[in-house]
């Protein structure tokens, strides 16, 4: 029985209010495959989207059967019904696809003849095919029911390309705050955090610590072996940071081939020991790092701290590198003179 006009128009409406909640793609997608079936009476919905990085569609929602049992289905744009869909960009009824030349695998999962498919179609550009097939009582698809799926297919395009809008902000979000090489957060990021643990501490009168870290010598691993063999270096050295800080620990890529880390609730002995090992750690490897170690005051600031775990690390590398040193509670004498906050510095050899 078609689904009457005004019918459809409620279905459309609570399908537009549910996938304006969803924010995910795949959340979306699988709304529109379950408002689909109930739509056209079909037992099986599906949604395949293109992938551009693999030049095919992959089914990303369904609706009457496990996903899972089709994870491992691709679909070639002109392939088979779904491919030919996205690649004319025309919809298609089909009354008995056993009349079709090339059946595909997935054709012969289902126990219906008949197959519907159309388009899902953003501002010109084509983001996958909705397909359903099995209809109630074993009846072929008609083109009201074509119809129907257009216009649930119309309301996925517009969800889809706002989640994908979305998932782009958070993407670049992200990537303003990740260093690319090293995978680690990176300065900016950096200094955001420091900043709010500094006040969380002083609000708790809690404990924090920071930890400058060098890689010793890392100049003469570009100098000697090339970039490539650097940038080796500085990924291993990021995998154990990772793998010795605790998880509440923030960890970024400070600049060059110095990292540094904030730690919440660490007093002068946990930071002195989170130091070494790092280093123990770092010094089994081809490479060996110098730590410099530094807790809060209660006046400090972000910049002052990191200047005294900065000065600590320099006393590490007039030590003979390869060593942590951690600042005294008092004041010290700096080893250099104080430079300001976010200025790039030469490699500490």
């Not at 128009?9 to 408002?35: F, M, N, P, W």
């Not at 100049?219 to 490539?228: E, R, S």
């Not at 990292?259 to 130091?275: E, G, K, Q, T």
């Amino acid at each position: 029985m078609p689904l009457p006009a005004d019918g459809l128009l409620v279905d459309v409406y609570k399908l537009a209010r549910r996938i304006g909640r969803s924010g995910a793609i795949d959340a979306v997608c699988q709304h529109v495959v379950e408002q689909a079936a109930r739509t056209v009476a079909a037992e099986r919905v599906s949604i395949a989207l293109y992938r551009a990085d693999e030049h095919q569609l992959v089914l990303t929602a369904a609706c009457g059967y496990a996903l899972t049992d089709l994870d491992d289905v691709r679909i070639q744009p002109g392939e088979w019904v779904m491919g030919h869909v996205f690649a004319c960009r025309r919809a298609v009824v089909v009354r008995d696809v056993r009349r079709l030349r090339a059946v595909s695998a997935v054709t012969r999962r289902y126990r219906s003849v008949s197959f519907a498919a159309v388009p899902i179609v953003a501002e010109g550009c084509v983001l996958g095919v909705l397909s359903a097939t099995e209809k109630a009582e074993d009846e072929p698809f008609t083109q009201r029911d074509v119809a129907a799926l257009r216009t649930i297919g119309g309301v996925a395009a517009l969800g889809l390309a706002a989640a994908r809008n979305e998932a782009e902000v958070l993407r670049l979000t992200h990537a303003a705050t990740i260093d690319a090489l090293t995978g680690l957060f990176n300065r900016r990021s950096f200094d955001a955090r420091l900043r709010q643990e500094i006040e969380r501490a002083k609000r708790s009168s809690g404990t924090l610590a920071v930890l400058m870290i060098d890689i010793d010598d890392f100049k003469d691993v570009n100098d000697t072996q090339g970039h490539p063999a650097g940038d080796a270096v500085l990924q291993a050295v990021s995998d154990v940071l990772r793998s010795v800080v605790r998880v509440f620990d923030f960890c970024a890529r400070y600049g060059g081939d110095e990292f540094a880390i904030v730690m919440p609730n660490s007093d002068r002995a946990s930071a002195a020991a989170a130091a070494e090992r790092i280093r123990e750690r770092i010094a089994t490897s081809r490479v060996t790092v110098s730590v410099g170690a530094a807790t809060l005051r209660d006046d400090d600031t972000a910049e002052e701290i990191v200047q005294r775990a900065d000065d600590s690390l320099y006393r590490a590398k007039a030590a003979g590198k390869n060593c942590v040193r951690v600042a005294p509670s008092g004041t010290v004498a700096q080893l250099r003179p104080t430079t300001a906050r976010f200025k790039e510095r030469p490699s500490r050899r």
